[in-house]
């Protein structure tokens, strides 16, 4: 495998992500939604791929992951799936799929599981959600967390800022992941908290933690790819580093795809049978 900075290309399993974290080695993750792209991700030498419930935004363009469901999930990691050989592959829980009860949250992420072919599952919530985690992880099912700005909760907090700056808040978001790490989970999502309350939770904690706009302490980082590539336009939050700028490439290949087009360039004789 011609990945880069990559010499292990044995498959990332859920236990090497704990086994990197005692090593003290960070953990590169990036989302992505479909096969191409999935397997240029995975190409590259990432640890972790999360098919993201931000599909919704970034494939569908609604404004909230809210709208996303269960069978549109499995559509997404299925795709991604097919794209990857080395990366572990998490998939979102989409909101509505796991909050009803523990019976429906097994019963969905079952179906999610054994429909897309993916390596583990991600839900939003500490103990509100706790006994339905269990119960997925019961199935035999690896559960990764997800605490600070949960976006499936948006109409509740009312704004994308950032959680946890005042006691309170922070002191719950340290007992949520004490109980996610007690209940199974392997690792835990933090995003848009406070870097200093972030690395104070990853380092009492022995699974990793994957930070988004939660500085540079945690265990690990995963950004949307489609923002860290510059595709998308008019989304800078303070966290987001552009790697390239792909929006201006494609826009400028297309423009001089219909210039040749209308100018009778393209095809030209070599181009043609």
């Known amino acids: 495998m011609a990945g880069y900075l990559v010499s292990d290309t044995r498959k990332v399993t859920t236990h090497r992500f704990i086994e990197m974290k005692q090593r003290g080695e960070k953990i590169s993750m990036l989302t992505s939604y479909d096969y191409t792209m999935a397997g240029i991700v995975d190409g590259a030498g990432i640890d972790g791929i999360l098919v993201g419930d931000s599909a919704s935004n970034v494939m569908a363009g609604n404004g909230t992951t809210l709208p996303m469901t269960v069978e549109q999930m499995i559509y997404h990691a299925r795709s991604v799936v097919r794209g990857v050989n080395r990366a572990l592959v998490v998939c979102d829980m989409p909101f509505g799929s796991y909050q009803i009860d523990r019976h429906e949250g097994v019963k969905n992420a079952i179906h999610i599981m054994k429909e897309s072919g993916c390596d583990a599952l991600k839900l939003e919530g500490g103990e509100e959600i706790i006994d339905t985690v269990k119960g997925i992880l019961d199935a035999g099912i690896p559960v990764m967390g997800h605490l600070g700005l949960t976006p499936q909760s948006i109409n509740k907090f009312g704004t994308y800022a950032v959680r946890a700056k005042d006691e309170a808040e922070a002191e719950k978001l340290r007992r949520d992941a004490v109980l996610l790490q007690e209940a199974g989970c392997f690792s835990i999502v933090l995003e848009k908290v406070p870097s200093n309350l972030a690395g104070e939770v990853s380092a009492n904690l022995t699974i990793p933690t994957i930070g988004i706009g939660a500085g540079g302490n945690t265990d690990g980082q995963i950004l949307v790819v489609t923002d860290m590539l510059g595709m998308t336009k008019g989304f800078s939050p303070r966290f987001l580093r552009r790697y390239a700028d792909l929006n201006s490439v494609i826009n400028n290949a297309i423009g001089q795809y219909v ?15």
């Open 259 to 273: 210039a040749d087009v209308k100018a009778c360039d393209f095809p030209n004789e070599q181009e043609s049978y």
